[in-house]
């Protein structure tokens, strides 16, 4: 309050001898729209962050992957161990070791679903490696699109397009333990 009895005063000084309309004088004598006006904490709504919690998950945005781990996944809840096929009405084992083992007979699951997905999500471990041509050929012929990736992003781009209720299904593999961080004694 006294800021704005301050600004009142400092622009009647200011300006004495212009003649301002009416409609000018609320505009300029408010703070916040002054250009030399910083927030601080005393600015309450407009300081505080903003923050969101999700106290529970939509029904029927499908299943969501909440973790992973080099020993598998946390989908809803359900632990998953090794690499898994997230489908839109199941969760499977997936009979793979590396993405050397992505073959056409090991995509053949997500190509005779119905309904028909749209996008098939491959988290390839902790790096995003290179699968065979002829495997996306395949994919692609049966009118699936295809986004390979390591698998921290791949779980997150399978439950961004989950959420968007978007067709999707995921072929995972879980990372490797990370040895960056082991110390070794020689």
């Known amino acids: 309050m006294s800021t704005a009895v301050c ?17 000018a004088v609320p505009a300029f004598s408010s703070p916040f729209l002054s250009r030399g006006h910083r927030l601080g904490p005393s600015d309450d709504e407009m300081y505080q962050r903003t923050t969101v919690s999700v106290m529970q998950k ?3 945005s499908g299943v969501m992957i909440q973790s992973y781990s080099p020993r598998g996944f946390n989908i809803d809840g359900n632990k998953v161990f090794g690499p898994c096929a997230v489908l839109p009405p199941a969760i ?6 590396s993405h050397k083992d992505i073959t056409e ?15 098939l999500v491959l988290g390839t471990g902790a790096r995003l490696e290179r699968i065979n041509p002829s495997v996306l050929a395949l994919l692609k012929s049966k009118g699936i699109a295809v986004e390979v990736q390591d698998t921290p992003n791949a779980c997150a781009t399978f439950n961004f397009l989950t959420s968007e209720r ?14 960056a961080l082991e110390v070794t004694q020689e």
Do not use: C, D, K, Y
């Not at 499977?92 to 070791?97: A, F, H, I, R």
């Not at 978007?166 to 040895?179: C, D, E, F, H, M």
């Open 105 to 119: 007979e090991s995509v053949s699951l997500f190509h005779m679903l119905e309904p028909r997905i749209e996008i």
């Open 166 to 179: 978007r067709v999707a299904a995921a072929g995972l593999i879980p990372p490797p333990v990370s040895t």
């Open 7 to 23: 600004t009142r005063f400092l622009l009647q000084r200011a300006t004495e001898g212009f003649l301002f309309s009416s409609r």
């Open 92 to 97: 499977l084992q997936w009979n793979v070791g």
């Open 58 to 60: 939509e029904p029927g």
